[in-house]
């Protein structure tokens, strides 16, 4: 199986940014525990980050090409805003978990929506890194993959 995990603007600078909400450790960090879960599994795992809507947008385009069975998916910011990620992730059929650290839904309104949402298989929001790897989890289980 292969799996990639995205990421979206700022989150480059998680373990300096606003630690109270989104914890201390890095993006590195949270790559590394996804790294070991995913050998544990025997998952081959890509990463990709970026800060530019048009770049992730291009990265979907490309892990359908490389035929990728699950995408976990923090978009952050422009999960409340982007359509064109919207679209990508209909164009692609890809398999796409909704992840975010923070519990999105308990803060300010404008974060309550996602656009994406729709178009994923399902979101885990608020257990910090420890959404990436139930997003990860979920992504591999075969109950989740044979009912697909
Ligand atoms: C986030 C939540 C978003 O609202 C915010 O813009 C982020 C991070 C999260 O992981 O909690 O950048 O996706």
Request: hydrophobic share 45%.
């Amino acid at each position: 199986m292969k799996i990639l995990v995205m990421n979206g603007p700022n989150l480059n600078l998680l373990g300096v940014r606003e630690p109270a909400i989104y914890g201390v450790k890095t993006l590195p960090d949270i790559e590394a525990m996804l790294r070991r879960r995913a050998k544990e599994l025997g998952t081959q795992i890509d990463f990709f980050q970026s800060n530019h809507e048009g770049e992730l947008v291009e990265r979907l385009h490309r892990a359908m090409l490389e035929d990728v069975d699950g995408v976990v998916f923090n978009a952050a910011a422009y999960t409340h805003t982007s359509v064109a990620l919207l679209d990508a992730i209909k164009a692609t059929k890809l398999k796409v978990v909704e992840v975010h650290l923070s519990n999105v839904h308990a803060r300010e309104e404008f974060r309550h929506r996602s656009l994406i949402a729709p178009a994923c298989v399902g979101q885990i929001a608020g257990f910090g890194p420890l959404s990436y790897l139930l997003a990860l989890e979920a992504l591999v289980s075969p109950s989740f993959m044979n009912s697909q």
